[in-house]
């Protein structure tokens, strides 16, 4: 129970070396320096987002350390651990659990700072974070790991964790040129009121594994009135516009979907693909060409992409036209 009474008593652990609880009054400013150190080459614009918002926390430590004994708002946000050497924070490892009353717990931030690399810090955290997770009654820890980190896939491995699956987030730093479109009988644009149906598409492509650590929600596919306004002023000004369109089949259900934002401002195009697991060879490769296609008549900026890690026909066609892996984010998991 020793990880359990650590994290109970985070004020109570003034040490100068190894593992103590993370303490939301002093660790927050240290740990958005040490994350912005260890991930410098990672971070993504969300996770730069992210980053900056935990630095401005950090200089308000004092208000956030009041909030969360007064609330208990970000205890559950931060929970975690952290290293000390030399009597300074050079590890950190965050551990919140996924759901309320469920056995799944998430293990993310696992940081160590450069300078202290190869000394079995990473390791000492994670099996803490772990022996906190039993103590606690779970029964999964779940983390996610970019494929190219090499050395933390090892670690998370020989701890016993299996890949679920992934991600991949693809670019190309120019529309590709294209000629003419494919041909695609059937496919016509669907509106708002057809959410359900897009719900209906993605859960198919979803695996037992992807549904049971984060199953799709179907608030997720609606399109609230200020975002369709939203959508329609900006086509009104040339300012760019989002299509929205499908292929059914017999009965109405969709087989496969796209929903490509294009721009003429400055800025990146992107596409989202939906295709069924059974029709993947067949749709893939035409509904990235109609994109591809469409995309022709707006300036030519970039294009982005995120795809999961079994849709190999898309990633095929992508990197025939100069599209590039740009992050593998990958999904692990073990049993407690």
Same mark, same amino acid.
């Given at each position: 129970?020793?990880?359990?009474?650590?994290?109970?008593?985070?004020?109570? +652990?003034?040490?100068?070396?190894?593992?103590?609880?993370?303490?939301?009054?002093?660790?927050?400013?240290?740990?958005?320096?040490?994350?912005?150190?260890?991930?410098?080459?990672?971070?993504?614009? +969300?996770?730069?987002?992210?980053?900056?918002?935990?630095?401005?926390?950090?200089?308000?430590?004092?208000?956030?350390?009041?909030?969360?004994?007064?609330?208990?708002?970000?205890?559950?946000?931060?929970?975690?651990?952290?290293?000390?050497?030399?009597?300074?924070?050079?590890?950190?490892?965050?551990?919140?659990?996924?759901?309320?009353?469920?056995?799944?717990?998430?293990?993310?931030?696992?940081?160590?700072?450069?300078?202290? #690399?190869?000394?079995?810090?990473?390791?000492?955290?994670?099996?803490?974070?772990?022996?906190?997770? #039993?103590?606690?009654?779970?029964?999964?820890?779940?983390?996610?790991?970019?494929? +190219?980190?090499?050395?933390?896939?090892?670690?998370?491995?020989?701890?016993?964790?299996?890949?679920?699956?992934?991600?991949?987030?693809?670019?190309?730093?120019?529309?590709?040129?294209?000629?003419?479109?494919?041909?695609?009988?059937?496919?016509?644009?669907?509106?708002?009121?057809?959410?359900?149906?897009?719900?209906?598409?993605?859960?198919?492509?979803?695996?037992?594994?992807?549904?049971?650590?984060?199953?799709?929600?179907?608030?997720?596919?609606?399109?609230?009135?200020?975002?369709?306004?939203?959508?329609?002023?900006?086509?009104?000004?040339?300012?760019?516009?989002?299509?929205?369109?499908?292929? #059914?089949?017999?009965?109405? #259900?969709?087989?496969? &979907?796209?929903?490509?934002?294009?721009?003429?401002?400055?800025?990146?195009?992107?596409?989202?693909?939906?295709?069924?697991?059974?029709? +993947?060879?067949?749709?893939?490769?035409?509904?990235?060409?109609?994109?591809?296609?469409?995309?022709?008549?707006?300036?030519?900026?970039?294009?982005?992409?995120?795809?999961?890690?079994?849709?190999?026909?898309?990633?095929?066609?992508?990197?025939?036209?100069?599209?590039? &892996?740009?992050?593998?984010?990958?999904?692990?998991?073990?049993?407690?």
């Amino acid at each position: 129970m020793a990880a359990m009474h650590a994290l109970a008593n985070p004020a109570s +652990q003034r040490i100068e070396r190894g593992v103590r609880p993370f303490d939301i009054g002093r660790d927050l400013h240290p740990v958005a320096r040490l994350i912005a150190d260890a991930f410098a080459d990672e971070l993504d614009v +969300q996770g730069e987002a992210a980053l900056r918002e935990l630095r401005i926390m950090g200089h308000m430590s004092g208000l956030v350390r009041l909030l969360s004994r007064t609330t208990g708002e970000f205890q559950d946000v931060f929970n975690g651990f952290v290293w000390i050497e030399d009597g300074k924070l050079v590890g950190n490892v965050t551990v919140q659990r996924a759901a309320s009353g469920s056995g799944r717990w998430q293990i993310a931030n696992v940081a160590v700072d450069p300078d202290y #690399r190869g000394r079995g810090i990473s390791r000492g955290l994670m099996e803490t974070a772990l022996d906190y997770i #039993r103590e606690m009654g779970g029964t999964w820890a779940v983390l996610q790991v970019r494929e +190219q980190n090499q050395i933390a896939r090892g670690l998370y491995e020989r701890l016993r964790f299996e890949t679920m699956g992934g991600t991949v987030e693809m670019r190309c730093p120019r529309t590709p040129k294209v000629s003419g479109h494919p041909a695609l009988p059937g496919l016509a644009p669907f509106s708002a009121a057809d959410s359900t149906l897009l719900y209906d598409l993605v859960n198919s492509e979803q695996s037992a594994e992807s549904q049971w650590w984060r199953a799709v929600r179907r608030a997720d596919f609606d399109v609230p009135f200020e975002q369709g306004f939203g959508e329609w002023f900006s086509r009104l000004l040339g300012r760019d516009r989002v299509y929205r369109v499908a292929l #059914r089949d017999f009965t109405g #259900r969709f087989e496969s &979907a796209l929903i490509l934002t294009a721009r003429r401002w400055q800025g990146e195009h992107s596409l989202q693909i939906f295709v069924r697991p059974d029709t +993947q060879e067949r749709y893939e490769r035409k509904l990235i060409l109609w994109a591809l296609s469409t995309l022709q008549e707006y300036p030519v900026w970039p294009v982005t992409t995120t795809l999961n890690t079994t849709h190999t026909a898309a990633r095929s066609t992508l990197e025939e036209f100069g599209f590039q &892996a740009r992050t593998t984010l990958l999904t692990m998991r073990r049993k407690i």
